[in-house]
Nanobody, 125 residues
Framework: VQLQASGGGLVQAGGSLRLSCVASGRAFGDYRMAWFRQAPGKEREFVAAIARRGGITTYADSVKGRFTISKDNAVNTLYLQMNKLKPEDTAVYYC???????????????????WGQGTLVTVSS
């Protein structure tokens, strides 16, 4: 599967953005999907994940209550709605897909075989 992320940009603290990740190739519904991010000078970190059919979601503590992950299998698109953004949310955001990751490893980026190119989110204070 090929992934194309978009929707990043510059926003003031407290603002909102919605990221999208369009998938092409194998059936989108076969994949567990996730968002990761990497801030300058830091390691990549898990943000959120969603089950194949979209019923189960998992969030990093740092974004819980502010971010919402969703997917629309009909249009092969993964979303990340980001509200109440903070300067520390500034990072390149990557979407990722896996057909085999188990729930206990869902935060582990090494379990995801497919990655989008990343989209930059900058939150100004």
């Amino acid at each position: 599967v090929q992934l194309q992320a978009s929707g990043g940009g510059l926003v003031q603290a407290g603002g909102s953005l919605r990221l999208s990740c369009v998938a092409s190739g194998r059936a989108f519904g076969d994949y567990r999907m996730a968002w990761f991010r990497q801030a300058p000078g830091k390691e990549r970190e898990f943000v959120a994940a969603i089950a194949r059919r979209g019923g189960i979601t998992t969030y990093a503590d740092s974004v819980k209550g502010r971010f919402t992950i969703s997917k629309d299998n009909a249009v092969n698109t993964l979303y990340l709605q980001m509200n109440k953004l903070k300067p520390e949310d500034t990072a390149v955001y990557y979407c990722a897909a896996s057909s085999s990751v188990i729930l206990s490893q869902i935060r582990n980026g090494a379990q995801y075989a497919y990655w989008g190119q990343g989209t930059l989110v900058t939150v100004s204070s």
